[in-house]
């Protein structure tokens, strides 16, 4: 059985920093690219930050550009979302989502939720004072 789990969400002041992890089981984590996508009240899910199977290769989307990055340890079946300077408007629920290598070139983007095969539960990042 396939599971993605994130952790790492919370309340974090304007400016501030957190990481959020996403544990995989139940599958080979280094034949997925991996996604972080998020979803605030009454908006789309979006995708934010995502790696391809190696790691090499990421995307990164224009709002969360010079704050996001993402890594990924296979060895550990863990992707790790570093956030910092958090703003109010970061304020979502964060996914993690797997979709099998090569069935997304992330040079063009993370993509649509749809295209993805495994989803967490998400975690909720409240940025605010």
């Known amino acids: 059985q396939v599971q993605l789990v994130e952790s790492g969400g919370g309340l974090v002041q304007p400016g501030g920093r957190l990481r959020l992890s996403c544990a995989a089981s139940g599958l080979v984590l280094n034949y997925y690219t991996i996604g972080w996508f998020r979803q605030a009240p009454g908006k789309d899910r979006e995708g934010v930050v995502c790696?391809?199977?190696?790691?090499?290769?990421?995307f990164t989307t224009a709002s969360v550009k010079g704050r996001f990055t993402i890594s990924r340890d296979n060895a550990k079946d863990t992707v790790t979302l570093h956030m910092s300077n958090l703003k109010p408007e970061d304020t979502a629920v964060y996914f993690c989502?797997?979709?099998?290598?090569?069935?997304?070139?992330?040079?063009?983007?993370?993509?649509?939720?749809?295209?993805?095969?495994?989803w967490g539960q998400g975690t909720q990042v409240t940025v605010s004072s």
């Open positions: 989502a797997a979709i099998t290598v090569g069935h997304r070139d992330i040079a063009d983007g993370c993509g649509q939720p749809w295209e993805y095969d495994h």
């Open positions: 790696v391809d199977n190696s790691g090499k290769d990421t």
